[in-house]
């Protein structure tokens, strides 16, 4: 599987963005997918994870109610939808896919896209 992120950039306070992860190979359906961000001086931290059907997701307390995965199997696209963004929220965004049930830490995943930058300014 090949992650590939975008959708990154440049926001003010309180706005919006969504981020894609488009993954090639025909197994994407029967991987589960997660998001983690990792600002600058600081260890990558995981953000949030949906199972292989779209059917559970989970995410982290600092983003909770603000953020939210979804992904579309006919696309083989995950997405992060981030609203009310914050300074905090600044970080380089990963997807990452594992075969299996989704999982909150980072070495569970076993493929990893190259990252899109989210700058949140204040």
């Known amino acids: 599987v090949q992650l590939q992120a975008s959708g990154g950039g440049l926001v003010q306070a309180g706005g919006s963005l969504r981020l894609s992860c488009a993954a090639s190979?025909?197994?994407?359906?029967?991987?589960?997918m997660g998001w983690f961000r990792q600002a600058p001086g600081k260890e990558r931290e995981f953000v949030a994870a949906i199972s292989w059907s779209g059917g559970s997701t989970y995410s982290s307390d600092s983003v909770k109610g603000r953020f939210t995965i979804s992904r579309d199997n006919a696309k083989n696209t995950v997405y992060l939808q981030m609203n009310s963004l914050k300074p905090e929220d600044t970080a380089v965004y990963y997807c990452?896919?594992?075969?299996?049930?989704?999982?909150?830490?980072?070495?569970?995943?076993?493929?990893w896209g190259q990252g899109t930058q989210v700058t949140v300014s204040s």
């Open positions: 990452a896919a594992r075969w299996g049930e989704q999982k909150v830490g980072l070495y569970e995943y076993e493929y």
């Open positions: 190979g025909r197994t994407f359906s029967r991987h589960a």
